[in-house]
């Protein structure tokens, strides 16, 4: 069963301009939330996490937003370049687990 | 660079041969992972080694696949009798004891013909 959602295959966006990203979850164990960011011909690379004791947690232009009772996160890139077109994943996981719940993925393109 | 490692990058082989993959993760992490990625999908947890101890296999992970980290630092996947429902990217990842942040590698992509 797919405990984590992502229900937008693609986005797209204009240079400069916000990319928003949604991922919603169902299990509500989860208590720590990731995203991952994936060129194609490499693995996933680590971008940002939060855990749930927060509702936002920022670094440089990324920035997560969770809301615990809606089950739900977001992740915002202000200003969106042209280098941020990729694959984005959003993953789940509990405190003392280990594994990750994966979303399906976002495909994010940044027009010039 | 130190990052996680992955051989080989590719791999294509014919139905019911075995295949083995290598991961080396991160020298200082623990924590070593393996995950299945197919198309269009977010990558699926196969199974978690601490040091040297496998301590979780997902149903994911047939009798077919065997993995093993021996002493605890490079770890190998084995798929005997591969089927073409193999063909997907595996993926390794490690992580610190204390951290939920896992770092993967490129991947090996599997094509079973």
């Known amino acids: 069963d797919q405990q984590v959602k992502q229900n937008s295959p693609s986005l797209s966006v204009q240079e400069g301009r916000i990319s928003i990203l949604n991922c919603d979850y169902t299990?509500?164990?989860?208590?720590?939330f990731l995203w991952y960011k994936k060129y194609p011909a490499e693995g996933p690379t680590f971008l940002i996490s939060?855990?749930?004791?927060?509702d936002k947690n920022e670094d440089g232009r990324f920035t997560v937003f969770l809301n615990k009772s809606a089950k739900h996160l977001s992740l915002h890139i202000v200003p969106s370049q042209p280098g941020d077109s990729a694959v984005y994943f959003c993953?789940?996981?509990?405190?003392?687990?280990?594994?990750?719940?994966f979303g399906a993925g976002t495909t994010v393109t940044v027009r010039a | 660079d130190t990052g996680v490692s992955q051989n080989p990058r590719h791999k294509i082989t014919k139905r019911g041969q075995n295949v083995t993959f290598r991961c080396d993760p991160i020298?200082?992490?623990?924590?070593l992972y393996w995950y299945r990625q197919t198309l269009g999908q977010g990558p699926e947890f196969l199974t978690y080694f601490q040091n040297e101890a496998q301590l979780e296999k997902s149903r994911l992970l047939s009798d077919r696949f065997s993995a093993e980290r021996p002493k605890g630092s490079f770890s190998t996947l084995e798929i005997q009798r591969t089927e073409q429902g193999d063909s997907a990217m595996y993926l390794c990842?490690?992580?610190?004891?204390?951290?939920?942040?896992?770092?993967f590698g490129p991947g090996t992509r599997l094509t079973v013909t």
């Open positions: 990842a490690s992580s610190t004891d204390f951290g939920n942040e896992q770092y």
């Open positions: 939060i855990s749930s004791i927060k």
């Open positions: 993953a789940a996981s509990t405190f003392n687990d280990y594994k990750l719940s």
């Open positions: 299990n509500s164990m989860f208590d720590y």
């Open positions: 020298s200082e992490h623990n924590r």
